[in-house]
């Protein structure tokens, strides 16, 4: 299987807990993008990286939020003392180029997270 | 800031039946690009499709066509001759250039494809 993929599909946790996830992008792409996305709402952008460089994250992403792309190959979302507003499908994709126009962002199954 | 608004929250349609998707968006800049993803009950997103802004030729794929209208800002998407497997949520999305492609998406159509 070539496509994007991220582990675990579900997570279940207790407030006050830290979760961590992982994405495994297609191979050659080189930018990878974390969404979150809420019931009957589309994805929201919280950070994108170019290979290991973290290069924007979006003022959803509380300090709680950390992110890495280590060697510019998987990545990891890490949520430390997590709340119920947390709770949430956390859906990273990936995209080939560095151009605009080669931008088409090919997205993982994505992870649900559930915050009790 | 970009925007896009998909107003059908959700349609139902009988198989066989043509079915259309308004998206309508908001941005300043004038290069950017449009994108329809499928979510299937499985939760995954598939790619559909991508328009530039430069482009506003229309597109069709098998049952699938594009409408891409500068004029009035919007890029609507007919699934002709619906099948049961056609149901799932729907959605736009816009990037613009230069913001390392983000996408900004609507809030979803769900579909209902019944026999």
């Known amino acids: 299987d070539t496509g994007v993929s991220q582990n675990p599909r579900h997570k279940i946790t207790k407030r006050g807990q830290n979760v961590t996830f992982r994405c495994d992008p297609i191979s050659e792409h080189n930018r990878l993008y974390w969404y979150r996305q809420t019931l009957g709402q589309g994805p929201e952008f919280l950070t994108y990286?170019?290979?290991?460089?973290?290069?924007?994250k979006s003022r959803l992403l509380s300090d709680r939020f950390s992110a890495e792309r280590p060697k510019g190959s998987f990545s990891t979302l890490e949520i430390q003392r997590t709340e119920q507003g947390d709770s949430a499908m956390y859906l990273c994709?990936?995209?080939?180029?560095?151009?605009?126009?080669?931008?088409?962002?090919?997205f993982g199954p994505g992870t649900r997270l559930t915050v009790l | 800031a970009q925007k896009v608004t998909q107003a059908q929250t959700e349609i139902s349609v009988v198989e066989k039946e043509d079915v259309t998707l308004d998206c309508v968006y908001e941005?300043?800049?004038?290069?950017?690009?449009l994108f329809w993803y499928k979510q299937p009950p499985s939760g995954e997103l598939v790619f559909l499709i991508r328009r530039n802004s430069f482009d506003e030729q229309n597109e069709i794929s098998g049952r699938y066509s594009w409408n891409f209208q500068k004029s009035t800002s919007s890029f609507n998407f007919t699934i002709t001759a619906s099948q049961v497997v056609d149901s799932a949520v729907y959605f736009c999305?816009?990037?613009?250039?230069?913001?390392?492609?983000?996408?900004?998406f609507g809030t979803g159509t769900r579909l209902q494809v019944t026999l």
């Open positions: 941005t300043r800049d004038t290069t950017y690009y």
């Open positions: 994709a990936s995209s080939h180029g560095f151009r605009d126009r080669d931008n088409e962002q090919f």
């Open positions: 999305a816009l990037s613009v250039s230069g913001t390392a492609s983000k996408l900004t």
């Open positions: 990286f170019q290979n290991e460089a973290q290069l924007e």
